[in-house]
């Protein structure tokens, strides 16, 4: 294969706690327009490989080639979009929310590559673009064909002397645990169909796998062992289609959504084999110092992605990690559904990073929960990490207390740092907190026998372990007691700060 897949891929995902070294304003929101700056800064002083360009649910700038190549032509020249370093669209699903903005994001694919030959740039800067939600082998042809049409069409009604390549590459984005585990199924049709329409063999695909959204829907535990499910299923398919696959995984840095921070790479590595790109989000960029994310973060990241290879596990404990993940996720709703309300008002407190339409995505309730939508995963992750209680715990302990021998070493043996990243996510476990929110519900109980039975099971205490630590558990029992808005802003800010990421 003559391309370069990229090991390290920024996002826009909205978790940093903090400013971002490039702003000046001491402010830690990113609008629209300052993204494309981003980017460039993500480019050129991160060294990331790729930069993801969000179309889904959010504003997004449709002058960002012509403004990045104008803007800083002569870095450009030296690391040419297409071929050195790589922008990706995430577009939005048709089948799941109103396309406005499909056709828009397609024009600028077709506008960017007459814009690079204009400049005499010999790459096609935008050539991928990925499909959310994606859960059939026709959604992502007919993305394909749509943008065929769009290219043939705009060669005819305005064309310029510069034909447009007609083909775009789809990356479909699995994100609920069943779409994930079933993906192979998903590729080998649109493998097929792929062949049939275009008259060509897929040689390689890059399919991403979501970390955020299936731990909201369906809880930590459930959504880690689906990971690494899907990535089994990944490297089969690889080795009877003759295909080569490219994982992408969209994880953040706290370990509820897939645990990738400067401080966790080898962590990261060792739990997801097989993967070949990683999502470096907001808080992994800016909750560090900077040069502790370059090098040695990125770098060693980048290598270990590069000799990261799948592991294969066996039908039977396959079949295991499936029954333990059921149970996972059925003690996860019976745990959550009757707190939602209670943490409604700190959802509502949560500071925002970016601009942001209306979500619309996988969300575990497709009902309204006590009258209420459940919000993005960055919030629930970050609310209630701010209450004291690690979303990691819920419906957790009694699960593991549940496991036969046989089920309780089949994940520990494919998910080796189970206990590590109890013993780190429980430091951020506030016991007055829990007391304050039990006097106020009595179905937080539920809770606290999660906590009790990590601890029990692995043999740690949960609680502070210093000083960040026990101010964060002291302001999360403020939090909870407290009913004012902005007061509530200022300490959830406060901990994101003290823990490295807003959520």
């Known amino acids: 294969m003559d391309r370069r897949i990229p090991n390290i891929m920024g996002t826009q995902h909205p978790d940093n706690a903090n400013v971002p070294f490039f702003k000046k304003d001491g402010d830690s929101f990113v609008s629209a327009f300052n ?12 060294d990331a490989d790729e930069y993801m360009w969000d179309w889904e649910g959010k504003h997004a700038d449709s002058s960002v080639i012509d403004r990045l190549y104008s803007e800083h032509y002569e870095y450009f020249k030296q690391h040419p979009l297409g071929n050195d370093k790589f922008l990706t669209f ?15 994001a397609m024009t600028t694919i077709l506008l960017a590559e007459d814009f690079a030959d204009d400049l005499k740039f010999k790459n096609r800067p935008l050539f991928e673009a990925i499909l959310p939600m994606a859960r059939t082998a026709d959604q992502l042809l007919n993305m394909e064909e749509k943008f065929s049409s769009l290219a043939h069409f705009k060669d005819k009604e305005f064309g310029n002397g510069h034909k447009n390549t007609d083909r775009l590459r789809m990356i479909p984005l699995f994100e609920s645990f069943e779409a994930q585990y079933n993906a192979p199924k998903i590729l080998k049709k649109y493998v097929e169909l792929y062949k049939k329409n275009f008259g060509e063999d897929l040689k390689y695909m890059r399919v991403f796998l979501a970390g955020s959204d299936s731990a909201l829907s369906n809880g930590f535990l459930n959504s880690i062992i689906g990971n690494k499910l899907a990535l089994t299923k990944l490297g089969e398919f690889s080795n009877e289609s003759g295909i080569d696959i490219y994982p992408i995984a969209g994880t953040g840095s706290t370990i509820f959504r897939g645990g990738l921070s400067p401080l966790m790479v080898d962590r990261y590595l060792e739990e997801f ?7 470096i989000q907001s808080a992994f960029r800016y909750d560090f110092p900077l040069d502790s994310v370059v090098k040695p973060a990125v770098a060693k990241l980048r290598d270990g992605l590069q000799h990261n290879a799948f592991k294969i596990i066996n039908d039977e404990d396959q079949k295991t990690l499936l029954d333990v993940a059921d149970k996972s996720a059925a003690e996860y709703h019976k745990t959550l559904d009757p707190l939602i309300n209670d943490l409604q008002s700190v959802f509502d407190a949560f500071p925002k990073r970016r601009d942001r339409h209306q979500h619309v995505g996988i969300i575990g309730y497709s009902r309204d929960v006590d009258g209420y939508k459940m919000p993005r995963a960055i919030t629930f992750t970050g609310s209630l990490y701010s209450v004291g209680v690690p979303p990691e715990v819920l419906g957790t302990g009694r699960v593991l207390k549940k ?10 043996q494919y998910y080796p740092n ?8 429980l430091r951020y476990f506030s016991a007055d907190a829990l007391e304050s929110l039990i006097q106020q519900n009595d179905n937080w109980k539920g ?17 502070p372990t210093n000083d960040d630590e026990v101010e964060h558990a002291k302001l999360a029992n403020d939090l909870v007691r407290i009913n004012d808005k902005e007061v509530r802003d200022i300490l959830i800010e406060k901990m994101a700060k003290l823990r490295h990421f807003l959520g």
Do not use: C
């Open 418 to 425: 189970i206990k590590k990243d109890f013993e780190h996510v």
């Open 403 to 412: 496991l036969d021998k046989e089920e309780f070493k089949t994940l520990t």
């Open 447 to 463: 809770v606290k026998e999660d906590v009790e039975a990590i601890q029990d099971v692995f043999g740690i205490v949960a609680g």
């Open 273 to 279: 084999p097989g993967l070949k790109t990683a999502t």
């Open 35 to 46: 993204e494309i700056n981003e980017a460039y800064q993500n480019y050129s002083v991160l």
């Open 90 to 104: 995430r577009l939005p699903n048709i089948w799941e929310e109103k396309g406005y903005s499909l056709m828009q």
